[in-house]
């Protein structure tokens, strides 16, 4: 699980967006699970957002302005990874929508294969911002 560090550089609407995508790709298979929801509350939490703010976020599928920067769009991508991976199932559901979501933060689909590979590499799935930095770089080239 993320620090609240990681999100005390987001501003409100780019914590809001964070969710609404995180809840997109808790659905995307069509069963929301007990586990997503949990994940997704503690990640509420952590960025000071309420249950009833995000009650409201599952229930819509509004989205608004994307992160600006390169390392931002990597760091969201990889966070919706996580929520993908969350219930240890990745269907081709959840997987397409993970690349159409990179392709919508600017990063290149086939970067998420190699995202997937190298968090399933390393221990407990985490990813250091230089790594993301790396991965997508080599993937804009």
């Known amino acids: 699980m993320e620090r ?23 659905k995307a ?12 509350t503690e990640i509420a939490e952590l960025m000071e957002i309420s ?10 599928d509004k989205f608004g302005p994307l992160p ?17 991976m969350i219930d240890q199932i ?3 559901e959840e997987l397409n929508l993970l690349k159409t979501f990179a392709v919508e933060l600017g990063l290149q689909a086939s970067g998420v294969e190699t995202m997937i590979e190298a968090m399933n ?7 250091l911002n230089k790594q993301l930095i790396e991965i997508f770089s080599i993937e804009l080239n």
């Open 4 to 26: 609240n560090q990681s999100f005390k550089n987001l501003t409100k609407a780019q914590k809001i967006i964070l969710l609404q995508q995180l809840v997109k790709m808790a």
């Open 29 to 40: 298979d069509k069963i929301f699970k007990f586990v997503e929801l949990k994940y997704l």
């Open 51 to 60: 249950a009833t703010q995000l009650d409201d976020i599952i229930e819509t």
């Open 68 to 84: 600006k920067t390169m390392l931002e769009r990597a760091r969201q991508l990889y966070r919706l990874t996580v929520m993908m």
């Open 90 to 92: 990745i269907t081709v």
């Open 121 to 127: 590499q390393n221990k407990g799935g985490m990813l």
